[in-house]
């Protein structure tokens, strides 16, 4: 009986195996890869999921030309003059010389960030030319080699800080000031000797960042992309661990390392290296499974690919409910919307963004229960627009009406129910249809918008839900 026993035991552990090896995902044994599979579960993360929308601002001393050197247009991102054949490195080198932003006020900033609905700001502590927006000890090229002198960094933080705005701090680890940086990993004994130092310079300058400023959220890296860098994959690894260790909680997305067969992101394994995916930068999935089941942001750009300051913005800008539409299309599927702001060399934030935010802002006053601390539900996307979720809660974000007036809501088996449907604007109730069954046997509903109404901007409708269906019929089915 007992060797019986042992048979079908072994047996049924043989079948299973199969299986558990298929589910699993990771099957190389890797040093460096992701430190965890699935989503971070403590408070500073979830908080950070909840955001839904945030700002970052692009500053440094690019803003000065503003993509125009000597009456010539810079096609290229603003940021990214330097790189220009037309700019002379020298004169942009020393245009720190010149930085003295005189209407430069954080207050004023991070109150419009406040108005806008941000929830938290990711801000530039250096960008590729290597200038240090705070006086780091490290290198001359900072702030405090300026006219303005004082912490722009620093004031930043205390300002977004004191309108409950929390702050991560933007760091590119390309640093083209810097004489130790290089783009190819080092060859000779002394390339190895000048690249090190740079290494020891990048731990120093983020170790000085989480010293000074201990109330900041996570680090936002940029510029990892260098085979250099990726090369120093165990190094880099472990000056994380020593970052975290330092500033528990901290949030780094997945653009700081790579793996040690040099994937960056995702490991060899398919995980998600660090804590939110960074990959979708002026873009955004389409449906729920481009996501991998990960924490994601998405930094988008008000033209099509300027950061910093550029005094001639062309092509197509983005309008405030083109960007609203998107804000609502990322956190449905999980993730945070994150605008970008590009203030001029004198401190000013552009007068197109002040109107941007202030259109959003109004948006957001009515609608911000759509946004914060919602998710993903389970209900099929309809060409009006999009459901975000929270608990009992469905919010249907409409952007497009249909001609007939009817939403329809197709809700899988087993899914949700809706109850009450009211608009969130003033809570005047609107009535739902029941509409039968789909061949999927989903069931359909539709919420019927009255004539009368003729909103000219992007509408929020929510419905009280019962959490799970208790239906059960089912159609028979022709076959095709
Ligand atoms: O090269 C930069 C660019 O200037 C900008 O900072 C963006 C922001 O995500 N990041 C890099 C391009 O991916």
Request: charge should be neutral; aromatic fraction near 12%.
């Amino acid at each position: 009986m007992k060797k019986n026993l042992f048979v079908i035991t072994l047996l049924s552990l043989l079948i299973a195996m199969p299986v558990q090896a298929q589910n699993r995902r990771s099957s190389i044994a890797l040093k460096h890869g992701a430190h965890r599979v699935g989503k971070r579960t403590d408070a500073e993360m979830q908080r950070w999921r909840e955001h839904g929308l945030g700002q970052f601002i692009h500053w440094g001393i690019y803003a000065i030309p503003g993509g125009l050197w000597e009456g010539k247009y810079y096609p290229g991102a603003a940021e990214w003059i330097r790189s220009w054949k037309e700019m002379p490195k020298d004169a942009y080198d020393n245009l720190y010389k010149q930085f003295n932003p005189k209407n430069f006020d954080a207050k004023k900033w991070a109150k419009q960030a406040k108005d806008m609905g941000a929830n938290y700001m990711i801000f530039t502590t250096k960008h590729h030319d290597g200038f240090c927006l705070w006086p780091s000890k490290y290198t001359d090229y900072t702030i405090a080699n300026s006219p303005y002198k004082k912490d722009i960094v620093g004031q930043v933080i205390d300002a977004y800080t004191k309108e409950g705005i929390d702050v991560h701090l933007y760091f590119s680890i390309i640093d083209w000031n810097h004489k130790g940086y290089r783009s190819s990993p080092p060859v000779t004994t002394q390339d190895s000797i000048t690249y090190n130092q740079f290494k020891e310079f990048t731990r120093n300058q983020l170790i000085e960042l989480l010293t000074n400023y201990p109330s900041i959220k996570g680090l936002w890296f940029d510029g990892s992309w260098d085979k250099a860098w990726i090369n120093e994959a165990p190094w880099v690894d472990e000056l994380g661990n020593e970052l975290r260790t330092m500033h528990p909680g901290l949030i780094i997305g997945s653009r700081f390392r790579s793996d040690e067969f040099g994937k960056r992101h995702y490991d060899t394994n398919g995980d998600l290296i660090d804590d939110y995916d960074q990959t979708w930068e002026r873009d955004l999935p389409n449906s729920i499974e481009d996501l991998n089941g990960v924490d994601w942001d998405c930094v988008m750009t008000v033209p099509e690919n300027q950061w910093g300051y550029h005094s001639e913005w062309r092509g197509h800008i983005k309008s405030s409910y083109e960007l609203i539409e998107m804000m609502v299309k990322a956190v449905s599927l999980n993730g945070n919307f994150v605008i970008n702001f590009g203030p001029d060399g004198l401190g000013n934030i552009r007068p197109e963004e002040t109107k941007l935010t202030k259109e959003i802002g109004e948006w957001m006053k009515i609608n911000h229960g759509a946004i914060y601390g919602t998710s993903y539900t389970d209900i099929k996307k309809q060409d009006w627009g999009y459901f975000t979720r929270k608990g009992n809660k469905v919010y249907m974000c409409v952007f497009n009406v249909p001609l007939n007036g009817r939403l329809r809501i197709e809700s899988p088996k087993g899914g949700i129910k809706p109850l009450k449907a009211a608009f969130l604007s003033n809570q005047q109730e609107v009535e739902i249809q029941s509409a039968g069954r789909n061949k999927k046997n989903s069931s359909l509903y539709d919420v019927v918008i009255p004539e009368s109404y003729q909103p000219a901007e992007p509408f929020v409708i929510v419905l009280d839900i019962d959490e799970i269906s208790k239906e059960t019929g089912e159609y028979q089915q022709a076959k095709i």
